[in-house]
Nanobody, 124 residues
Framework: QVQPVESGGGLVQAGGSLRLSCAAS????????VGWFRQAPGKERDIVAA????????YCADSVKGRFTISRDNAKNTVYLQMNSLKPEDTAVYYC?????????????????WGQGTQVTVSS
């Protein structure tokens, strides 16, 4: 059973960059889609970006389009979220989730395996 493990969160000033990593523990991501979600206090968990099994098809939410990039390295069993031009409103806990098939979903119920989350805080 695959367990996503996130890393790379932290505190950054507005305009800065972070790269989040999601590694697969106890299994492999190679044949499934992976999504990044975020949840701020008092808000719902929203999709940030998603990628299909091969990396040939990606999705980014409108709020991060042009600033965030999702990618994957199946040889390393890892999915990345490069976050540039960060804004205070990007502050949230970021979760990586693995799906059960090759196509990505943009809703949380499309993913069955979730990481513990990593905090991203953007100061103004």
């Amino acid at each position: 059973q695959v367990q996503p493990v996130e890393s790379g969160g932290g505190l950054v000033q507005a305009g800065g960059s972070l790269r989040l990593s999601c590694a697969a523990s106890g299994g492999t991501f190679s044949w499934v889609a992976v999504g990044w979600f975020r949840q701020a206090p008092g808000k719902e968990r929203d999709i940030v970006a998603a990628i299909n099994w091969s990396g040939t098809n990606t999705y980014c939410a409108d709020s991060v389009k042009g600033r965030f990039t999702i990618s994957r390295d199946n040889a390393k069993n890892t999915v990345y979220l490069q976050m540039n031009s960060l804004k205070p409103e990007d502050t949230a806990v970021y979760y990586c989730a693995a799906g059960s098939n090759i196509y990505y979903s943009t809703t949380p119920d499309g993913y069955g395996y979730w990481g513990q989350g990593t905090q991203v805080t953007v100061s103004s």
